[in-house]
C-alpha cells in the first residue's frame, strides 16, 4: 500500500479542493468558491460542456481523462499534488474509482480518514459498526433457510440504489436472485416505515456534531410503481433518481442525533481516528415512532445538493448560507488556521 502524501509540503496558503465531477461536485465547487479556494474538477469528456455551464459551481480548472479511473494515474495524481490539491470524496468517488484502489494506490491528501471505507463498503462489517454504535438495525439472515418474513437483498457499495431484490418470503427471494452470487448479496430483514436520510457533519476542528439536512429519495420504479402495478407484472427496481427535502417532528431529532454521536463513538473506537466531516444515516421510522437504520454513507450524499444555501437545521448553527460543501470548505479553511490541516486528510 503506497502511503498518502503529506500535505506538510504543500504550500498552504495555496490549497486547492478537487474532486470527480459528479454526484454532488457543484456544490462542494461552489461550497469551495464562497471560502475562498481555487477548485479542480476531475471530469471526462462527455461531461466537460455541463461542468463549464455554471458560472459559480464550475470548477477553476478542469482536469480532462476518459475514465473517473483515471485519477489513479501517476501523471494525474502528480499534477493533483503540484496543485496542492486536498480531495473530496463522494458516492461515485468511491463507486467509480473502488474502495481498493482508492486504499491502495491513491496518494493526493482526501479529506475524510480512508480507513472508514473497508467499514462502509462491507455490510457485515458495517453492520457491526452500527450496533457497536448502538443503533437499532434490522436483522441480517446467514442463509436463505434463515428467512422468516419480508426480505431485502443487497450487493455492497455505492450503487445508488441498484442491486436491491425484495420479496416476501425465502420462497421468493430464492427465485428472484442468482444462486452462484448468493454470496455477494447480504440478506436483510425488510423494516415497514417512512425512510429518512439525516446529514451530519462531525467537525474534528470544533469537535461538535452538526445535522445539516434530512431527505428523502425518489428510486425507480417503485415509488410510482402503484400507478401500474395492476398492468404490468414486473420487480420493484429502487435506483435513486431524485430527492426531496424533509423536515421531521422536532420530537424525534433527538433520536436522530443520539444516533449520529454513537455512530461517531463507535468508529474512534473502531478505527481510530473515526468518522469525521460529512456522514449519513439511512433510516426506517417505524409505526412506534421509533427509528432503525439500515445502512451508513461515510461521506458527503446526493440528498445534500437540495440545500445549496442552507437547510431548516443549517440555519441554527450559522447565520448565513450554509451547504455541507461549504461546511467542508470552512473545516479545511479552519484548520489550515490553526495548522491542523494534517488532522483532517488522510
Request: net charge negative.
Amino acid at each position: 500500500m503506497k502511503r498518502t502524501e503529506t500535505t506538510a509540503g504543500y504550500d498552504q496558503k495555496q490549497i486547492a479542493i478537487a474532486t470527480i465531477c459528479s454526484h454532488s461536485s457543484l456544490q462542494i465547487f461552489h461550497g469551495a468558491r464562497q471560502e475562498g479556494f481555487r477548485t479542480i474538477g476531475i471530469c471526462t469528456r462527455e461531461r466537460q460542456k455541463l461542468y463549464e455551464s455554471f458560472p459559480l459551481a464550475s470548477p477553476d480548472r478542469l482536469i480532462v481523462v476518459d475514465r473517473f479511473a483515471d485519477l489513479l494515474d501517476e501523471e494525474v495524481q502528480e499534477d493533483l499534488l503540484r496543485e496542492n490539491a486536498v480531495v473530496i470524496p463522494h458516492g461515485s468517488f468511491v463507486e467509480y474509482v473502488g474502495a481498493d484502489e482508492i486504499l491502495a494506490r491513491f496518494r493526493v491528501p482526501t479529506y475524510g480518514n480512508k480507513q472508514v471505507l473497508p467499514w462502509e463498503s462491507d455490510r457485515r462489517k458495517q453492520h457491526q459498526w452500527l450496533i457497536a454504535a448502538g443503533i437499532a438495525v434490522p436483522r441480517i439472515y446467514p442463509t436463505l433457510d434463515a428467512i422468516d418474513g419480508p426480505v431485502i437483498a443487497k450487493l455492497s457499495g455505492a450503487k445508488g440504489g441498484r442491486g436491491l431484490v425484495h420479496a416476501r418470503n425465502r420462497q421468493e427471494i430464492a427465485k428472484r436472485i442468482d444462486p452462484a452470487l448468493i454470496d455477494q448479496y447480504t440478506l436483510q430483514e425488510y423494516i415497514f416505515g417512512t425512510r429518512y436520510y439525516p446529514h451530519y457533519f462531525y467537525s474534528q476542528i470544533r469537535s461538535r456534531l452538526e445535522m445539516l439536512g434530512i431527505d428523502r429519495r425518489d428510486e425507480t420504479n417503485i415509488d410510482e410503481i402503484y400507478r401500474y402495478h395492476d398492468l404490468i407484472d414486473r420487480p420493484p427496481t429502487y435506483v435513486v433518481v431524485g430527492n426531496r427535502p424533509v423536515v421531521v417532528r422536532e420530537s424525534l431529532l433527538g433520536g436522530l442525533f443520539d444516533y449520529g454521536e454513537g455512530l461517531v463513538a463507535a468508529s474512534q473506537r473502531l478505527f481510530a481516528p473515526g468518522l469525521f466531516g460529512p456522514f449519513c444515516l439511512e433510516t426506517v421510522c417505524r409505526e412506534d415512532m421509533k427509528f432503525v437504520a439500515f445502512e451508513v454513507s461515510a461521506r458527503i450524499v446526493a440528498g445534500t445538493n437540495l440545500y445549496p444555501v442552507g437547510s431548516p437545521y443549517s440555519c441554527y448553527y450559522f447565520n448565513g448560507e450554509m451547504s455541507t460543501g461549504r461546511r467542508i470548505a470552512i473545516e479545511i479553511r479552519e484548520a489550515v488556521e490553526q495548522g491542523r490541516l494534517e488532522e483532517i486528510v488522510t
